[in-house]
T-cell receptor
Framework: DVKVTQSSRYLVKRTGEKVFLECVQD?????MFWYRQDPGLGLRLIYF???????EKGDIPEGYSVSREKKERFSLILESASTNQTSMYLC??????????????FGPGTRLTVL | AQSVTQLGSHVSVSEGALVLLRCNYS??????LFWYVQYPNQGLQLLLK??????LVKGINGFEAEFKKSETSFHLTKPSAHMSDAAEYFC??????????????FGTGTRLLVSP
């Protein structure tokens, strides 16, 4: 089974702090994604990566950055946390192999509260 | 760009009743289609997916969905609801990016409530 793990289930930070959210997958997937989930808005894509050291902006990248130094790890960084970044953050991974059908596998999520 | 519409942010059924969660997408080209389920305080779990071939797709926990190209729909059904089905359900469609990669576009979700 694919396993995607996230470093924290719950996180409380203060406004202005630098926040790191870590995601690790164990299936050698090429693609990794960061979403935020808010009530009534569904999942919105923040950033994604299709290879090591490669990143692409999603729909809502403002206020976030990412890092992918190793294939299995994809980090989301909030340079200066703000209260409007209080949300559930979900990491996902998928394979680029032929026949993979774009299926994404999700981690358990990190619920971040910014005070 | 693709869009996914899930009719009804909340659906309430009684235990044993039919479950019907609606999903419509905007693509004119048959895409890959997915249903995911999210239990409280957990990540998303794949319920089922349509890629090619048979338009009626069976998933886990007794759920199934039918791809109807003429209606651009992919509604999720289960003949008899169980209390454990209470969760949030997301429909998603694959979309190609300008750079040639594939992402998923998600609907806003439908929360299924099951009463005894």
């Amino acid at each position: 089974d694919v396993k995607v793990t996230q470093s924290s289930r719950y996180l409380v930070k203060r406004t202005g702090e630098k926040v790191f959210l870590e995601c690790v997958q164990d299936m050698d997937h090429e693609n990794m994604f960061w979403y935020r989930q808010d009530p009534g808005l569904g999942l919105r894509l923040i950033y994604f990566s299709y290879d090591v050291k490669m990143k692409e902006k999603g729909d809502i990248p403002e206020g976030y950055s990412v890092s992918r130094e190793k294939k299995e790890r994809f980090s989301l960084i909030l340079e200066s946390a703000s209260t409007n970044q209080t949300s559930m953050y979900l990491c996902a991974s998928s394979s680029s192999e032929a026949g993979s059908t774009d299926t994404q596998y999700f981690g358990p999520g990190t619920r971040l509260t910014v005070l | 760009a693709q869009s996914v519409t899930q009719l009804g942010s909340h659906v309430s059924v009684s235990e044993g009743a039919l479950v019907l969660l609606r999903c419509n997408y905007s693509s004119s080209v048959p895409p890959y289609l997915f249903w995911y389920v999210q239990y409280p305080n957990q990540g998303l779990q794949l319920l089922l997916k349509y890629t090619t071939g048979a338009t009626l797709v069976k998933g886990i926990n007794g759920f199934e969905a039918e791809f109807k190209k003429s209606e651009t729909s992919f509604h999720l059904t289960k003949p008899s609801a169980h209390m454990s089905d209470a969760a949030e359900y997301f429909c998603a469609v694959s979309e190609g990016t300008e750079a040639g990669f594939q992402n998923l576009v998600f609907g806003t979700g439908t929360r299924l409530l099951v009463s005894p």
